[in-house]
Nanobody, 123 residues
Framework: QVQLVESGGGLVQAGGSLRLSCAAS????????MGWCRQTPGKGREFVAA????????YYADSAKGRFTISRDNAKITVSLQMNSLKPEDTAVYYC????????????????WGKGTLVTVSS
């Protein structure tokens, strides 16, 4: 059974930083790509960042480029999202995602999702 548990959300002022982490368990995702998406009530779900199993390829949404960095630790099957220069529009629930394919890191290939962690950026 796969479980994804996010941590690190909270309240931060605009311009600040937060680091989200996600711990995954379950054999199905032990060799798969992982990523993050976020959801706000008015905007729907946005796929923010992803990383392949070996970390050789990454994906960032335009809104995240230059400010967010995704990384992973395969020994622990964790993925992190370092978020810098946060803006009020980054306020959202952030969800960790994991797939079973080592290379395919698009949202459509993410088979498992965490319950989310809330990030609030105040202006």
């Amino acid at each position: 059974q796969v479980q994804l548990v996010e941590s690190g959300g909270g309240l931060v002022q605009a311009g600040g930083s937060l680091r989200l982490s996600c711990a995954a368990s379950g054999r199905a995702v032990s060799g798969g790509a992982m990523g993050w998406c976020r959801q706000t009530p008015g905007k729907g779900r946005e796929f923010v960042a992803a990383i392949t199993w070996r970390g050789g390829n990454t994906y960032y949404a335009d809104s995240a480029k230059g400010r967010f960095t995704i990384s992973r630790d395969n020994a622990k099957i964790t993925v992190s999202l370092q978020m810098n220069s946060l803006k009020p529009e980054d306020t959202a629930v952030y969800y960790c995602a994991a797939g079973t394919s080592a290379q395919a890191m698009g949202a459509a290939y993410m088979n498992y999702w965490g319950k989310g962690t809330l990030v609030t950026v105040s202006s």
